[in-house]
């Protein structure tokens, strides 16, 4: 047994970050400022992508593109929520930031079922489901494992084909940074993402996130949105008072205590700690097959997959839960499925393939801080049985 737990989770602080944030705390600018337009264009260039746009958290971000949804339409075609029939379709497993920003811009929402063997959403029930008032679709993709986003392309060119419009494919990224498939990386995929910088993310800034877009519009409109309305980049004869608000708008945008963090964080997870991540899961994949009463999901190494959560299912979840507290191992299932929470009990369908696998899935430690000892410690314990 190990003297002191193994976590699930763990922030990470690079001695950058906690030794030098005092320079920006005494600058006199710790709001909205330099550190998040250089914090951006980090981002930017490490996505390939120059439509980046910071907030204060995913969860904003998101609440923000349903705002946009609904308000003004997203995207080249402007695809808008129009009526109450109108609807966006998600899955129910994930952390309830993925989806309270839908029924909180007062949109209906449709539960898609979820896929045994990856936890991320059921494409052949999406593709069920679609209709003429899908206006878009909410992905996660679970622990940092891509959705199969080609195949979720040509849904939506199916849809196209027979409804004129491309709904639009939104992805909750919050568990992805870093996630690159044998074609892309997450993040610059032509659809619009989510990413967190929560504490226990990959990369932390304490709290924030950020929205990747694909339409210059869309982000000159976010860019507004998310400080009140107002155009902060105007010139204007008293720099205290703004022009003439044209449309309502958030406190959504990320400051630059937490901009600097971040940017001081993302060299050593871009560079050490994400391979880490994924090393850790392609270890698992090869020590965990053909233990009794373990399932492993179906990931494929040919992906590169820092993982942030890494699930399994098991029988008798119960006991083993209790029997890797007993061996210092901190495992979770992490998040309840939302769709049984009684503010969701409007939106309720039938979910087979969740059912089927939901009492059997959990998460093991997989990040940054399980070493070589570490993980070998985990299979051996989980290889005694319980």
Request: proline share 3%; aromatic share 12%.
């Given at each position: 047994?190990?003297?002191?737990?193994?976590?699930?989770?763990?922030?990470?602080?690079?001695?950058?970050?906690s030794?030098?944030?005092?320079?920006?705390?005494?600058?006199?600018?710790?709001?909205?400022?330099?550190?998040?337009?250089?914090?951006?264009?980090?981002?930017?260039?490490?996505?390939?992508?120059?439509?980046?746009?910071?907030?204060?958290?995913?969860?904003?971000?998101?609440?923000?593109?349903?705002?946009?949804?609904?308000?003004?339409?997203?995207?080249?075609?402007k695809?808008?929520?129009?009526?109450?029939?109108?609807?966006?379709?998600?899955?129910?497993?994930?952390?309830?930031?993925?989806?309270?920003?839908?029924?909180?811009?007062?949109?209906?929402?449709?539960w898609?079922?979820?896929?045994?063997?990856?936890?991320?959403m059921?494409?052949?029930?999406?593709?069920?489901k679609v209709?003429?008032?899908?206006?878009?679709?909410?992905v996660?993709?679970?622990?940092?494992?891509?959705?199969?986003?080609?195949?979720?392309?040509?849904?939506q060119?199916n849809?196209?084909?027979?409804?004129?419009?491309?709904?639009?494919?939104?992805e909750?990224?919050?568990?992805?940074?870093?996630?690159?498939?044998?074609k892309?990386?997450?993040?610059?995929?032509?659809?619009?993402?989510?990413?967190?910088?929560?504490?226990?993310?990959?990369?932390?800034s304490?709290?924030?996130?950020?929205?990747?877009?694909?339409?210059?519009?869309?982000?000159?409109?976010?860019?507004?949105?998310?400080?009140?309305?107002?155009?902060?980049?105007?010139?204007?004869?008293?720099?205290?008072?703004?022009?003439?608000?044209?449309?309502?708008?958030?406190?959504?945008?990320?400051?630059?205590?937490?901009?600097?963090?971040?940017r001081?964080?993302?060299?050593?997870?871009?560079?050490?700690?994400?391979?880490?991540?994924?090393?850790?899961?392609?270890?698992?994949?090869?020590?965990?097959?053909?233990?009794?009463n373990?399932?492993?999901?179906?990931?494929?190494?040919?992906?590169?997959?820092?993982?942030?959560?890494?699930?399994?299912?098991?029988?008798?979840?119960?006991?083993?839960?209790?029997?890797?507290?007993?061996?210092?191992?901190?495992?979770?299932?992490?998040h309840?499925?939302?769709?049984?929470?009684?503010?969701?009990?409007?939106?309720?369908?039938?979910l087979?393939?969740l059912?089927?696998?939901?009492?059997?899935?959990?998460c093991?430690?997989?990040?940054?801080w399980?070493?070589?000892?570490?993980?070998?410690?985990?299979?051996?314990?989980?290889?005694?049985?319980?």
């Amino acid at each position: 047994m190990t003297d002191s737990p193994i976590p699930l989770f763990k922030v990470f602080m690079s001695d950058k970050a906690s030794g030098s944030v005092s320079k920006v705390l005494s600058s006199g600018y710790i709001t909205q400022g330099p550190e998040v337009e250089k914090f951006e264009e980090v981002l930017k260039n490490y996505f390939s992508n120059d439509k980046v746009v910071t907030t204060n958290s995913a969860t904003s971000g998101l609440h923000l593109i349903f705002h946009m949804l609904k308000e003004y339409g997203l995207g080249e075609d402007k695809v808008k929520i129009d009526t109450a029939l109108d609807h966006v379709l998600t899955t129910p497993l994930t952390c309830t930031a993925t989806n309270w920003p839908i029924i909180l811009n007062d949109i209906n929402l449709r539960w898609v079922d979820v896929n045994p063997e990856n936890c991320n959403m059921d494409l052949d029930d999406l593709e069920s489901k679609v209709n003429k008032n899908t206006k878009a679709v909410l992905v996660v993709h679970w622990g940092g494992y891509p959705v199969d986003l080609d195949r979720l392309r040509e849904i939506q060119n199916n849809f196209y084909q027979k409804y004129g419009f491309k709904f639009v494919i939104i992805e909750d990224s919050a568990h992805a940074f870093g996630t690159k498939t044998d074609k892309e990386m997450i993040g610059n995929t032509g659809n619009i993402s989510s990413f967190s910088f929560q504490a226990i993310k990959h990369l932390t800034s304490v709290d924030g996130g950020c929205i990747n877009f694909n339409y210059k519009e869309d982000v000159d409109r976010a860019k507004l949105l998310r400080w009140y309305g107002i155009d902060r980049e105007e010139n204007r004869k008293d720099f205290r008072c703004e022009s003439d608000i044209l449309n309502v708008g958030f406190k959504f945008h990320m400051n630059d205590v937490n901009a600097y963090i971040g940017r001081m964080n993302f060299e050593p997870v871009t560079k050490d700690l994400l391979k880490k991540h994924e090393n850790n899961g392609i270890y698992y994949n090869d020590k965990l097959k053909n233990i009794k009463n373990v399932e492993l999901m179906d990931y494929s190494n040919d992906y590169s997959v820092p993982f942030w959560i890494y699930t399994i299912k098991v029988k008798n979840r119960d006991r083993f839960m209790e029997h890797m507290k007993n061996k210092n191992i901190i495992v979770s299932r992490v998040h309840e499925r939302n769709d049984k929470h009684t503010a969701t009990k409007s939106y309720q369908e039938d979910l087979p393939l969740l059912e089927s696998f939901i009492d059997e899935m959990v998460c093991i430690p997989v990040g940054w801080w399980v070493g070589e000892a570490e993980r070998e410690y985990i299979v051996e314990s989980i290889k005694e049985g319980w």
